[in-house]
């Protein structure tokens, strides 16, 4: 078990610094890797024990969580393949299939990110910067649809605020970079009072966004933030980061927004990913053929 696991190790220092993929795929492929390395006793998969691995993993896990782990495995012996470690790859001679079920993005009612906004800020007073940061992180989340690794990323070279607008340059997945330019009004004066309020820690640290100790913020952190003023409202359940992307998307869809520029926003590399918020609109396109369609404004009778 020793060779593959400092196999492995190698493969994900290459994954980390020479490919520069980010921490979160690391970690995930660090943790699959390591579980596959487990199954086999560090031995080199054939054939018959990929398929054996395969049923393993679909009576333990979801077949979205299936489908993520192969592709670790996957990319794993395809990167042994091309540097020759590997002469054959096992891989090439199975041919694996996983209908998962098609999950549609969870989203926050209007009202409940208005409650949950409406808790933050009447929470603030002057001099309360911690709840000052809360307040600008559930802002962008919602308003600009990022990421929560790319929020607690932005640094003082990718972050930019003035009286003409507040600009980020995200660097997203495959270290593909794009540009979110808000202009709201009220969300450009929050941009300078919080960064006027945080200056030495900007300064200091080259980072935006911080915890209480005046570390970078992490996306735990994020988390936390979104529990804490969650329990003040009466929601019930649970809301993720990922939500308010989610919800920043449909609502954009919904209002007419053409979703090649929202693809853009979102940072998907396909169209084929954003066309997944067409199905949630579905509702809302029902209710405007019932409201718009010149039908719904004849009457007769018999």
């Known amino acids: 078990m020793e060779q593959i696991n400092k196999i492995i190790k190698t493969y994900l220092e290459n ?33 018959d024990t990929l398929s054996e691995y395969i049923k393993y993993l679909n009576a333990s896990f979801s077949p979205r969580s299936v489908k993520r782990k192969l592709a670790s495995v996957r990319a794993f012996y395809h990167d042994l393949e091309l540097n020759g470690v590997l002469e054959n790859n096992p891989f ?7 209908h998962a079920p098609q999950q549609l993005p969870r989203t926050i009612p209007e009202q409940v990110i208005r409650e949950l906004l409406r808790c933050a800020y009447d929470s603030y007073a002057p001099g309360r910067r911690k709840v000052l940061r809360d307040i600008f992180v559930l802002e962008l989340l919602f308003g600009s649809g990022v990421r929560v690794s790319e929020l607690c990323a932005l640094s003082v070279d990718t972050f930019f605020v003035d ?29 300078q009072r919080y960064c006027a309020e945080y200056a030495e820690d900007i300064q200091r640290t080259g980072m935006i966004l911080f915890n209480d100790r005046g570390l970078p913020l992490s996306t735990q952190s994020v988390r ?20 308010f992307r989610h919800t920043f998307a449909t609502s954009l869809l919904e209002a007419g927004m053409d979703i090649r520029y929202i693809q853009s926003l979102l940072g998907h590399s396909s169209i084929s990913t954003t066309q997944i918020y067409t199905h949630v609109t579905s509702h809302q396109q029902t209710l405007l053929l019932a409201e718009k369609h010149p039908r719904g404004k004849m ?3 018999l």
Request: proline share 3%.
């Open 163 to 191: 009286e003409s607008g507040m600009r980020m340059l995200i660097k997203g997945k495959g270290r593909k970079e794009r540009i979110i330019q808000l202009t709201t009004p009220e969300l450009i004066h929050l941009g």
């Open 92 to 98: 090439d001679k199975l041919r694996v299939k996983i």
């Open 224 to 243: 936390r933030i979104i529990r804490k003023y969650l329990s003040r409202t009466d929601s019930q359940g649970d809301i993720t980061p990922h939500m």
């Open 299 to 301: 009457s007769f009778s």
């Open 15 to 47: 994954c980390e610094y020479e490919k520069e993929l980010s921490p979160h795929t690391v970690k995930a492929y660090r943790i699959d890797l390591e579980q596959f390395s487990r199954f086999t006793n560090g031995s080199w998969a054939d054939k």
